[in-house]
Structure formats: C-alpha cells, structure tokens
C-alpha cells in the first residue's frame, strides 16, 4: 500500500503521537519513513517609531541552537524507528512556511503519505492562528493522514 512514510514534526507533545502512529503504520506496513521538520529562519527585528525590538541571540548563535535542536530531535526520532525496526531517514529545512517545507520534502523523496498531527482547532481560533496541516491538506497530491 504505502512504501514511503513522512512524518513531519514540529517537536512538541502532540507531533509525538503522530511519530508513533506513523512509525507503527510503517512497521506494518514495511515502509521506510523519512522524518521532516522544519525549523523557523532568523525572526527580523522589529522597528518601531523611537524604538527597536531586536533579538538577544546573534544570527550565528541562533543558527547553531537550531541545528543543534533539529539534529537532536531528528536523531531521538531516527532511535525510536531503530527500536520498532523501521528504516529512518532525517530532513529538515529552514523555512517560515512550513507547509509548503514539507510538501517539498515529500515530493523530493517521493512519499506516498504524509502523517502529520493536529491540535484540531475550529472557528476563529483556527481561522485566527492558521493550521500548517489545514494547508498541507489543501495542497498536497498526496494521502494525508491526521493524527490527533
């Protein structure tokens, strides 16, 4: 059915339960799995009339604490697919539009399924704070499959 899993995490709790149900899916399946994440790029300081909010962490500082997160991350994940027998393969890219992030990495490692989680936010709320998963479900040519 399916022979290339991603996963996308963003690294909190809840992308946790989808790791786990796509590493168990994969496993049953005999699919490979590419891990995604997609980490935020440098936040541009703000100007505002008489004053400045920048950031407390230089470019260079912020880049290596990301890498570092990213690999960490990446590499419990890879451990988890290795302890259930499943082939895991790290990605992540640096982009503040994660949704179009992970539709490019499915499509370049040519997936056939993209497992994801949801906070399942409705009305304004949802309207409000935007859902990266609404929008690869809007976008993607591919299965989606929701975690909650």
């Not at 899993?5 to 690294?11: E, N, W």
């Amino acid at each position: 059915m399916y022979q290339h899993i991603l996963i996308s995490t963003d690294g909190t709790k809840l992308s946790g339960k989808a790791i786990r149900a796509g590493l168990g899916l994969a496993k049953a399946l005999g699919a490979r799995v590419t891990v995604f994440y997609a980490s935020p790029e440098y936040p541009t300081p703000v100007y505002s009339e008489g004053a400045v909010f920048t950031n407390y962490v230089s470019k260079t500082a912020f880049a290596k604490q990301r890498e570092t997160f990213a690999r960490k991350m990446l590499a419990d994940i890879q451990d988890q697919g290795a302890r259930a027998g499943v082939t895991v393969a790290p990605e992540y890219a640096v982009s503040n539009v994660p949704y179009d992030a992970i539709l490019r990495a499915a499509r370049r490692r040519r997936c056939d399924l993209i497992v994801m989680a949801s906070h399942g936010r409705r009305g304004v709320s949802a309207m409000l704070l935007g859902s990266e998963t609404q929008k690869v479900l809007t976008h993607s040519k591919i299965p989606v499959l929701i975690v909650r």
